[in-house]
């Protein structure tokens, strides 16, 4: 009995000042926040608001069902129980294409959150300085999973707010989106809290962390796409299953979340009184202790440095090219369902909708392309903000080789990703349309877009080697080339607006005829603006801190 | 006498700082040459435009006869580096870290590099996100010795190494010199440069203000001196290689320009010597001398006395 009670005394303890830690940590995290909650529910609020406007008709909206109900397609979205609902039910159209990507990005708020609250703190000793105070061994998880479902909570009611004009919605519907998110939410609240025991490093944390997101994706897409169990595997398929704005709308599902979510939270506060401050449950691992013959260079350590990026944008590509390519068979179909605007910006000048969407499609995997390109391009500033690069710099390396790796790594990224998506979409297209000759079509589309991607990737460069503190420019250029190529022809932009980009000036193959002169055109500026780039990086003082 | 390093007259500005105002550095071929000055004063900057990572505004810097900004990449064959500050790429083992650097100036003594580690004890095993700052710091330091080159530039080397390290580091140094290799050591440890250096600059807000051996510094600087005499003393405040003179009964302390050793000697000869202590200044005296006016903004009296 008493030996319960010093137990139970003894838990409590390590509780102690929770509730000031909690207060400081609110205090703290306010930006990240308001941040992540404005945007979240925010962008929900912007989508939600267009979509009765976009697709006001029930036959518009069936019409659109019978594209996306392809299994790439339900990958990206969710599942069919929703596109059977598309006719009945706005809501339920956009429950079914924004749960899978609210509820992703729900869960790397709140992962992200656990993780700089707890062993963040840790690996920087900034915890160092609570734990000096008379405050529990559990006081800082607490406090942190605290926060965690405030904001949840919090993110809950705005997200339900935000869907609250949506029509066709059962009884309910609204507060079940919102919950679906708290679920998700506090579930990964409870995952980056065992992540955060198991690692000694935030990043490994985080790494682990993002690693269930991963696969709660990946299950949700084969569970969906294959139209089988493997959904239920997954904990934003969870949400899915909901069918939440549909007629067979459910809430049960979401328990499945709420018991991981409970079993996680026990399991860190287990954890986390069996290891050593500072510590993690895993050993951090040990390395090679001698680099491999090929680490020789500069240029080997870009490559290698980029590594991630490099499979991040061949990954995304790819899952964009097969999404493009499968809903080329249901072009027809898809054209009737949609709106004026919708079908303008998809106007080409070619002689059949397969050939402008094509059109179309390429440009938008070049664009997507180039986004790897100059995040590379953004590596090499960070090398210098944080200092890292000063090591290789004062070593017999020209200023070609370093920063100036940072471009071939770059172009040979976006190069790459734009070539496997032009692969895929050759691959998608020609299954979705039952024609094997679109493959040649498709993939020789995506490549004569590359002129452009190597515009965009060498402006870029050029921009960095230039003007270094200007790090929004190459931003600023992407948002425009992607703004004239959706929105040039409603917004009516001027010619020389939309003569920026060099997107706009290859031919839209093959709806058009291949322009071998503008082609050969945007290569020739591309070079000019890589060469422009050199020049800068010979050229300007390295700042590093 | 072979100049490995030489300014002259160099300027470099950021913005509307000037960082180096007409800055002279010599540092000839062999020497360990000790570089001096608190931070800020313009000893990275310095470094920084003699690896060519900064273009000067004005006048010359050489390295080995030539231009550090149009020759970078060839000079830096020739050279190691280490910063105050290092920061290692998190997802690369120190092992992986100092074999890179050793191959982009040609390759690494593999031994040496080994009897590095030892010494220095450290694990080339871990990632360089879980070094902490000393280790980060071992990590470009047996780079840096490994090398075989002419020319070591360490900046504030020792910054975050405990004692026995800093022990290990001195030793370091004295084998690169006894072996030939050009050292400049920018420090602020007074202790590490008066051990290791054959000539010593102090910068100040980008100027060089003295420059020499730690023996001619002496030279031109102050002794103190303590002494018990037999019979009171006069005049003594008179004499104008004495300053700060304290007269205690028959108790005297002061500070003596070394010039005027020879004749305050000889006056408290006269007066009868009991008991007596000469201590030449340390090299911090030296150094905060040149930054008296400074400490005394920050509420330091007197940066000469103790």
């Known amino acids: 009995m008493t030996a319960a009670v010093a137990e139970l005394e003894d838990g409590l303890g390590t509780l102690a000042g929770t509730g000031n830690l909690l207060r400081f940590q609110l205090r703290r995290s306010r930006l990240y926040l308001l941040g992540w909650l404005a945007g979240l529910a925010g962008g929900t609020w912007l ?28 990958s990206m979205t969710g599942p069919e129980t929703y596109i059977e609902a598309y006719g009945a039910s706005t809501g339920a159209m956009f429950a079914h294409q924004m749960i899978l990507w609210t509820g992703t990005l729900t869960a790397v708020m709140f992962l992200l959150l656990v993780t700089r609250l707890t062993r963040a703190d840790e690996e920087t000793s900034r915890s160092e300085v609570f734990r000096a105070n008379p405050i529990g061994r559990r006081a800082d998880l607490a406090a942190a999973l605290l926060l965690a479902g405030l904001a949840a909570v919090a993110l809950g009611a705005l997200m339900a707010l935000a869907v609250a004009a949506l029509p066709g919605g059962q009884d309910g519907s609204a507060i079940l989106f919102g919950l679906a998110h708290t679920a998700i939410a506090v579930l990964f609240a409870g995952v980056a809290a065992v992540t955060a025991q198991l690692a000694s490093f935030a990043s490994t944390a985080n790494g682990l962390a993002f690693a269930v997101i991963g696969w709660s994706a990946f299950t949700a ?29 459910r809430w049960w599902p979401l328990a499945f979340a709420g018991i991981v979510a409970v079993l996680t939270v026990w399991l860190a506060f287990a ?10 449950m895993m050993a951090a691992r040990l390395g090679r ?28 590509m790819l899952l964009l090219g097969a999404a493009y390519g499968s809903v080329l068979g249901g072009a027809d179909d898809m054209l009737e369902g949609l709106s004026e605007t ?88 020609a299954s979705s349309l039952g024609d094997g000759s679109y493959f040649a079509t498709g993939l020789w589309a995506s490549l004569l877009q590359l002129p452009a991607v190597w515009a965009l990737t060498a402006f870029a460069f050029a921009a960095f080697a230039w003007l270094p503190r200007l790090g929004w420019l190459r931003w600023l250029a992407w948002v425009w080339l992607f703004i004239v190529l959706y929105f040039a022809t409603l917004l009516e932009l001027p010619e020389w607006a939309q003569a920026v980009s060099p997107f706009h000036h290859l031919a839209a193959y093959p709806a058009e005829d291949v322009d071998w002169l503008s082609a050969a055109l945007v290569t020739a500026a591309a070079l000019a603006l890589a060469a422009l780039g050199y020049a800068g990086a010979r050229r300007r003082d390295l700042s590093f801190n | 006498m072979n100049a490995v390093i030489r300014t002259e007259q160099l300027v470099k500005r950021f913005g509307h700082v000037t960082a180096l105002d007409r800055l002279d550095l010599e540092v000839a071929q062999g020497e360990t040459h000790g570089f001096l000055g608190p931070n800020g004063a313009g000893k990275s900057t310095t470094i920084r435009v003699l690896l060519g990572m900064l273009r000067s505004d004005d006048g010359r810097a050489e390295l080995f006869g030539a231009d550090p900004w149009k020759d970078a990449a060839t000079l830096h064959k020739r050279l190691a580096y280490v910063p105050g500050d290092v920061a290692l790429w998190p997802g690369l083992t120190g092992g992986e870290t100092i074999d890179l650097l050793g191959r982009l100036r040609g390759g690494i003594d593999k031994a040496k590099r080994d009897e590095l580690l030892e010494r220095f004890d450290l694990d080339p095993r871990k990632k360089g996100r879980s070094y902490s700052k000393g280790n980060r710091q071992k990590v470009a330091l047996v780079a840096a010795f490994a090398a075989d080159v002419d020319l070591l530039l360490l900046d504030e080397p020792t910054s975050g190494l405990d004692p026995l390290m800093g022990a290990v580091f001195n030793e370091c140094v004295k084998e690169a010199s006894a072996a030939g290799r050009t050292v400049l050591l920018s420090s602020h440890i007074m202790s590490e ?7 010593v600059s102090i910068i100040r807000k980008g100027v060089i203000v003295e420059t020499g051996t730690l023996a001619e510094m002496r030279h031109f600087s102050r002794s103190r001196l303590r002494a018990t005499l037999k019979n009171p003393l006069r005049g003594l405040g008179d004499h104008e290689g004495v300053h700060d ?15 005027a050793l020879d004749d305050v000697l000889a006056q408290l000869a006269v007066a009868g010597v009991a008991g007596l202590t000469c201590e030449p200044p340390s090299l911090e005296e030296i150094f905060l001398r040149f930054y008296g006016d400074e400490l005394a903004a920050s509420g330091v009296p007197n940066g000469e006395s103790k």
């Not at chain 1, 954890?271 to 993690?280: C, E, I, K, Y």
């Not at chain 1, 500033?381 to 944080?386: L, S, V």
């Not at chain 2, 003179?245 to 010039?259: H, P, R, Y």
Request: hydrophobic letters at 45%; one cysteine or more.
């Open chain 1, 47 to 74: 989508v939600a608001q267009s979509f009765p406007g976009l697709y006001p008709d029930a036959a518009g909206r069936e019409a659109y069902a019978l594209t996306v109900n392809t299994p790439a397609m339900r």
């Open chain 2, 245 to 259: 003179l304290k007269v205690d009964g028959l108790d005297i302390e002061c500070s003596v320009d070394t010039a």
């Open chain 1, 271 to 280: 954890l986390v009184t069996h290891r050593d401050f500072g510590q993690g």
């Open chain 2, 193 to 199: 440069v008066e051990a290791l250096c054959d000539r």
């Open chain 1, 221 to 249: 897409g084969v569970g969906n796409a294959q139209e089988n169990w493997a959904v239920w595997l997954s904990p934003v398929g969870w949400a899915q299953e909901t069918f939440v704005y549909t007629p067979d709308q």
């Open chain 1, 289 to 316: 202790a001698e680099a491999k013959p090929g680490l020789n260079s500069a240029t080997a350590l870009t490559f290698r440095l980029t590594k991630g990026v490099f499979w991040a944008g061949i990954i995304t």
């Open chain 1, 342 to 429: 919708e079908r303008a910006v998809l106007e080409r000048g070619g002689s059949s909708i397969e050939e402008n969407i094509t059109a179309t499609f390429v440009a938008l995997n070049g664009l997507f392309a180039s986004l790897f390109g100059l995040l590379i391009v953004g590596r090499a500033r960070k090398e210098e903000t944080q200092g890292r690069g000063e090591l290789i710099a004062a070593g017999a390396v020209p200023r070609s080789g370093w920063p100036g790796s940072y471009l071939p790594a770059a172009l040979w990224a976006a190069t790459a990703a734009t070539v496997v998506a032009g692969v895929f979409l050759g691959l998608g297209g």
